[in-house]
């Protein structure tokens, strides 16, 4: 390991590392206080079977998705992305498209140090923008909050195309960077998309991840693209 590479180690990485753990861990303790404190102070506690159902139900998918996830988004936010992003929210459709644009307009190369710094940076600077313009924005719109969740109006058809344009923006970015990449998801998604409409989005992206990195090596080992 060279003295750039181990500065980064100890002096970057580690320390997020250790960060990332605490806050994770306590924001984990701090997701029960809502319902303990309905427990304790208000005397509501759901029927055992009722809570052990939807327990059951919940976990039967997050488990799978919090495996996932992380692995899928890893490398494209970095490893402080992913904690930041994780604890926040708004992965997909505010911190993914923040960190690929960072790395996009710095010039950056995936999977490098540089790369890892722009992307932790980027999340970072849209963890603050996002919630001073959210706390400035909810004082402002909302009187208009009820108009604005109405079923039907155009206001709500534009924001359900909010994520579709955003992902497809991010997809469109990678594919003209290196067409060849694209190929192979882009079909096997569009086949999925006629094949399976009813499936949901977040059941779809597994295998078209899984379908891009295979691809992506034997493009490599062929020498059909470069790294």
Request: hydrophobic share 50%; charged share 10%; aromatic share 12%.
């Amino acid at each position: 390991m060279d003295s750039k590479q181990q500065i980064f180690q100890e002096q970057f990485i580690q320390p997020i590392g250790k960060t990332g753990r605490y806050t994770i861990l306590t924001a984990c303790v701090c997701l029960f206080f809502p319902g303990a404190y309905l427990w304790f102070f208000h005397g509501l506690m759901p029927p055992l079977g009722s809570l052990v159902q939807a327990l059951i139900g919940i976990w039967s998918f997050a488990i799978v998705f919090s495996i996932l996830e992380p692995i899928i988004y890893f490398s494209l936010i970095g490893f402080g992305g992913t904690y930041m992003s994780f604890l926040t929210g708004n992965l997909v459709n505010l911190r993914l498209p923040i960190s690929v644009t960072t790395q996009q307009v710095v010039g950056t190369k995936e999977g490098t140090p540089e790369s890892e710094i722009v992307s932790t940076l980027g999340v970072a600077g849209s963890l603050i923008a996002s919630q001073l313009i959210l706390t400035v924005g909810v004082l402002v719109f909302l009187p208009f909050l009820g108009k604005l969740n109405t079923a039907g109006t155009s206001t709500t058809v534009a924001l359900n195309h909010v994520l579709p344009a955003l992902l497809g923006s991010v997809a469109g970015m990678y594919i003209f960077k290196n067409a060849r990449l694209g190929i192979a998801p882009v079909t096997l998604g569009v086949i999925i998309a006629f094949l399976f409409p009813k499936v949901p989005t977040s059941y779809a992206i597994f295998p078209l991840v899984v379908v891009s990195v295979l691809t992506a090596r034997f493009m490599y080992k062929r020498g059909w693209i470069k790294a």
